[in-house]
T-cell receptor
Framework: DTAVSQTPKYLVTQMGNDKSIKCEQN?????MYWYKQDSKKFLKIMFS???????INETVPNRFSPKSPDKAHLNLHINSLELGDSAVYFC??????????????FGQGTRLTVV | DQQVKQNSPSLSVQEGRISILNCDYT??????FLWYKKYPAEGPTFLIS?????DKNEDGRFTVFLNKSAKHLSLHIVPSQPGDSAVYFC?????????????FGTGTRLLVSP
C-alpha cells in the first residue's frame, strides 16, 4: 500500500503541450511538496502546501501551477512545456511544516521528458 | 549557489567494512540535517537525522556525525551490506526559512560489493 503515489511514472510529451502530474498520500499528513531533480541531480523544492494552503513557492516559472483539492492530494500542472522542464519530479509529504523531527516521505517520482 | 555539497560522487566499499559518506554546507543558518537513501526508480527514503544541538546520532548500523564549526557532517555505515548500495543524499534545513524546506546535496553513489 503505497504511502505517497504519483502518476504517471513516465511522461513523454512535445514542447508547448500542457500536462499534469498527480500526487496522493495516504499517511494523513498535513503538508505536501513538489521537488524537481534536474539533469545535474540537484533535488530542489518547488512548492509546499500545508492543509491546502500554499506556504512555499520557490522561484518557479508561473507555467507551473500546483493545485491541492484536499490535504491528501497535490497535483502539478505545467503549461507550455519547454525542453528545460525535462526532469524527475518528486512529490513528498510530512506531518507538519514547522515541527522538528517530521521527515518527508517521497513518492517514486515522475520522469518528464519534453521533446 | 550550492549550499549543501557532497564532493564525492561515488564510493566503493567491501561488504562488512565501514562506509563513510561526507557532506559540507555553507549556510550557517542550517540547524537540522538529514540523510536520505535512494534506489533507482524510487523516491528518496529517510534514513537518519541530526539536530544542530547534537554532534552524533545513531540508529543501528547508521551513525551521523555533525561538526558545526567545520560545517561538515558524515554518515557512517557499519558494517556495510550489499543492500546498502544506493545513492545517499545529504539534506539540510533552517528553522527561520521553514523547517521542511530541505536543501539537498547532489548525492553520493555507494556501491557495496560482496
Amino acid at each position: 500500500d503505497t504511502a505517497v503515489s504519483q502518476t504517471p511514472k513516465y511522461l513523454v510529451t512535445q514542447m508547448g503541450n500542457d500536462k499534469s502530474i498527480k500526487c496522493e498520500q495516504n499517511l494523513g499528513h498535513d503538508t505536501m511538496y513538489w521537488y524537481k531533480q534536474d539533469s545535474k541531480k540537484f533535488l530542489k523544492i518547488m512548492f509546499s502546501y500545508n492543509n491546502k494552503e500554499l506556504i512555499i513557492n520557490e522561484t518557479v516559472p508561473n507555467r507551473f501551477s500546483p493545485k491541492s483539492p484536499d490535504k491528501a492530494h497535490l497535483n502539478l500542472h505545467i503549461n507550455s512545456l519547454e525542453l528545460g522542464d525535462s526532469a524527475v519530479y518528486f512529490c513528498a509529504s510530512s506531518h507538519s511544516y514547522n515541527v522538528r523531527g517530521t521527515e518527508a516521505f517521497f513518492g517514486q517520482g515522475t520522469r518528464l521528458t519534453v521533446v | 549557489d550550492q549550499q549543501v555539497k557532497q564532493n564525492s560522487p561515488s564510493l566503493s566499499v567491501q561488504e562488512g567494512r565501514i562506509s563513510i559518506l561526507n557532506c559540507d554546507y555553507t549556510n550557517s543558518m542550517f540547524d537540522y540535517f538529514l540523510w536520505y537513501k535512494k534506489y533507482p526508480a524510487e523516491g528518496p527514503t529517510f534514513l537518519i537525522s541530526i539536530s544542530s544541538i547534537k554532534d552524533k546520532n545513531e540508529d543501528g548500523r547508521f551513525t551521523v556525525f555533525l561538526n558545526k564549526s567545520a560545517k561538515h557532517l558524515s554518515l557512517h555505515i557499519v558494517p556495510s551490506q550489499p543492500g546498502d548500495s544506493a545513492v545517499y543524499f545529504c539534506a539540510a534545513s533552517a528553522l527561520n526559512t521553514g523547517f521542511q524546506k530541505l536543501v539537498f546535496g547532489t548525492g553520493t553513489r555507494l556501491l557495496v560489493s560482496p
